[in-house]
């Protein structure tokens, strides 16, 4: 049996080494839902850009350009703000899209 590591032994937990360390991350498995958008309904407002707590909404001169999905959780916020006279969001089930 392997002699189990110390506590001055162990790697240090709960500490943040340097910033944008979440961006290193892949969460997309994470989502249960996922957003699909719809560029032909989409007016560019922003709304969704400024209100994803994961800043996983794409922009390009200043429009809608995709969104990240390695970081997208699936809050479905995005969806939420965008608004109702457009609906440029629907969302899925994760389970609808095969990986890979
Ligand atoms: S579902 Fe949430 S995390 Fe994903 S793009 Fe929309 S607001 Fe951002
Ligand atoms: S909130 Fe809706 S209309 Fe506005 S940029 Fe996002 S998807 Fe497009």
Do not use: N
Request: aromatic residues 8%.
């Amino acid at each position: 049996m392997s002699k189990l590591p110390s506590w001055k032994e162990m790697a240090s937990g709960g500490i943040i080494p340097k910033g944008g360390t979440s961006h290193e991350k892949d969460v997309s498995g994470w989502r249960t839902y996922r957003p699909v958008h719809d560029m032909q309904k989409c007016i560019h407002c922003l709304r969704c850009w400024i209100m994803c707590p994961e800043s996983a909404i794409l922009t390009k001169d200043g429009k809608h350009a995709g969104i990240d999905f390695a970081h997208c959780k699936g809050c479905g916020i995005c969806a939420q703000q965008c608004p109702k006279k457009v609906q440029a969001y629907t969302m899925k089930l994760e389970s609808e899209f095969k990986k890979g």
